[in-house]
């Protein structure tokens, strides 16, 4: 795979989280905010409806993306191997962040009583209630699904498994049944889709960033479409067309970003396209215990959610470092010898 196909990805995820980040902290100002502040912002609560259209599509985007990659340098040929790496990439940091840091935090904040406690079996089982970890344990049962069926996602097929896996995603997110919470079956269907999508873009890889290159109108207009959505929301129609926006907004950024400058292993940037998987494990309890802390101080929420965003960030960077240094990567779903 080219070097610049490694920056573009890089740079989508890095991206991608760094919303993530911005998106829980501007969450607190809605209707949805776990933890409630004395002084609200609907511009910040809208604003942070925005994000929240994208940034998840756009990580399973990028893991399709990468899924192909592997697929082409012939490796997931076996499902055990495959299985257990993702096991080890997903699963054990979803098990140690949700017994370490988001039930502690949940209690802390008040927010399962401890007469409770017990109720956060069946929700570390069902993937149901563990907050940001749903989304490990989501991307584990898409890639679960996808290997089966790998041998499908070619060019050739490219129409008619776009088709289905849409069909999928929008049966099963127009039903709203609440079942579909458990075990992340309604997730997983709607968000294999831009997987899929993801899988299937890379093999047009070189095409689509010369494309978005050529045209830098097209940015704008997915910046115009996410504006948009402020006052257009209709559900399950207008939401692929948000979230696909704002993927075409971070590939354009991505794409620029990565033109004509090197992929360099020292410097912020480097930093945080390196630890980002880390900062996402980490920042969500932070945050959480920041707007916690904060919840009854008279604050400007203009200065409240920046500062929680940076210092949940700078925080998680340096918990990620410490891990390493202690030898203790694999919390973090990293294997020591890449680090070395």
């Not at 401890?114 to 989501?138: A, K, M, T």
């Not at 069909?167 to 269907?189: E, M, P, W």
């Not at 696909?244 to 991505?254: M, T, W």
């Amino acid at each position: 795979m080219s070097e610049t196909r490694y920056q573009v990805y890089d740079q989508m995820k890095m991206m991608a989280i760094l919303l993530v980040i911005a998106g829980h902290c501007l969450n607190m100002y809605g209707a949805d905010g776990a933890i409630p502040v004395m002084n609200g912002s609907r511009f910040l609560a809208a604003l942070g409806s925005v994000v929240y259209r994208f940034h998840i599509p756009t990580l399973f985007f990028v893991s399709g993306a990468l899924f192909a990659v592997g697929l082409k340098k012939g490796k997931y040929g076996v499902f055990l191997p495959f299985i257990k790496g993702k096991r080890g990439r997903l699963l054990i940091p979803y098990l140690f962040f949700a017994v370490f840091a988001v039930l502690p935090t949940l209690l802390i904040c008040g927010l399962l009583p401890v007469s409770r406690v017990y109720l956060f079996v069946p929700y570390l089982i069902s993937g149901y209630q563990v907050r940001h970890l749903w989304y490990l344990y989501c991307l584990f049962l898409v890639f679960a699904l996808m290997w089966p069926f790998k041998r499908f996602l070619k060019r050739e097929n490219a129409l008619k498994v776009l088709l289905l896996s849409f069909v999928v995603s929008v049966a099963v997110r127009a039903t709203g049944f609440d079942f579909l919470k458990y075990f992340q079956i309604g997730n997983t269907a709607y968000y294999q889709f831009f997987f899929v999508c993801g899988v299937l873009c890379e093999d047009r890889f070189d095409a689509i960033r010369a494309f978005l290159l050529k045209r830098k109108l097209i940015a704008l207009i997915a910046f115009g479409l996410l504006l948009l959505s402020l006052f257009f929301d209709f559900y399950v129609f207008t939401g692929y067309l948000y979230a696909f926006a704002g993927i075409v907004l971070i590939i354009c950024f991505s794409c620029f970003s990565a033109e004509g400058s090197p992929r360099r292993k020292t410097g912020i940037n480097a930093v945080l396209v390196r630890d980002s998987y880390g900062v996402y494990l980490f920042h969500a309890m932070l945050v959480y215990l920041i707007y916690y802390a904060f919840s009854s101080v008279n604050i400007s929420p203009y200065i409240l959610a920046p500062v929680a965003a940076a210092v949940s960030l700078l925080v998680s960077l340096l918990l990620v470092k410490v891990l390493r240094c202690l030898g203790l990567e694999f919390i973090i779903g990293e294997r020591k010898k890449l680090h070395e």
